[in-house]
């Protein structure tokens, strides 16, 4: 499929398309259209960066494009069509995309989420629309003031289902669910297929055609994958010393709880390095100005819990370190997920001790492969203070003084470089057993911070 009109896509929404810059479907689009306009049921295991929204909005508009209407009665314009997302940036950022894929027809979009002031949303509800994006909560909180009705509903998507279940959600979508019509499509979109992402489908899907554009749960092949069998007691000085080797200019590090997060932060700092952390005991402000500090250089090591973490996208991410590891093994897809970007090639370092090894197995389990461990290199200790403070833009500073053991893993030191696809072949100390399907189309998008339900 090269090409839009082959999709049988109405010329309001090729215009569309056109405007926005988008000559072929990416494979997701391709694989999802033709079957979401013949009706089918969908579970689609595709990760943000496909194309997945256009995926499931394009063929959305073309169905509801004979409920367009001009009229500006609320009567003509009911919800026919519900995405339900688990953060707000994520509801903020689709019907952005629904809104520029309809705005050469008549069909309305809004979208309502938590954390701001209710009353705001509830003249806009009650103008009509025909598609409405929300996060599952404020929905709810809709639906108790009945400002909003959703028995017209006949499709219903459920964009990054994932995440909605890592972050609580399923008794509030079962209640959702139970509130719209039996007879109505639904499409499923997960980035991981885990147990129970394949309950929830088999719960509300009914013959759902699956396609996926990545093989399940994988790790992208971008990503060469290590980890250091070290002590919790020697992590930090680990740590330290990879940054110091490393060529990389930047790092993300993730930690398990709020609390290590600021701990490393703090060290880091106090030992010359450009570093900030962002989690859910920081303001949306404060994790916005230290993401934007990262994405534009001025801090070198970002440390990060999982969901402070989640969606973020910076160009060129080199180098993941799990400052420990999760015991989710989802999280770990995700987590290096965030490096190996659009072809790019990635370093994700897992910090692994003896404690964490049976979470380290389960990660194993899921992506289908053994990573290579690696004992630690041999440790620079803590830069004495009259050292500090030069790790401003760089990870590793050039002239460091104090290198009594530097890192003696000559593979850390390979320079970063940015993708060309010749590169992804280029011998990896990551073992795999199945060869890994190539990642299709990816684009880049960065992503505000999303709010937290942590530790
Ligand atoms: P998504 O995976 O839906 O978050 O989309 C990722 C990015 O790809 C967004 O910025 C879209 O605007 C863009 N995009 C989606 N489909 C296409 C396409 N067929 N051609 C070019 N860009 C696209």
Redesign the pocket.
Known sequence: MNNFADLNLAPEILRALTE???????PI?AQAIPLVLEGCDLMAGAQ???????AFALPMLQKLLPYASSSPSPARHVVRALILVPTRELAV?VEE?VKSYAKHSHLRSLVVFGGVDIKTQTPHLRAGVEILVATPGRLLDHIEQKTVQLNQVQMLVLDEADRMLDMGFMPDLKRILALLPKQRQNLMFSATFSNEIKKLSAEFLVNPKLIEVARSNATSENVTQKVYMVGSADKHALLASLLRGSDATQALVFTKTKLTASRIARQLQREGFSADAIHGDKSQMERMQALDAFKQGRISVLIATDVAARGLDIDQLPVVINYEIPSAAEDYVHRIGRTGRAGAFGIAISLVSPEEEKYLVEIEKLIKCQIQRVAPPAIERAVQPEHRAEHHVRIRAPHKPVTKNPVQDAWFNKPYEPSVSTKVNEPVTMQISKPASQIPAL?M?RKAVQPDMED
């Open positions: 926005s810059g988008y000559t072929t479907p990416t689009q943000t960066g496909t194309g997945k929204t256009a950022q995309s684009f998008r």
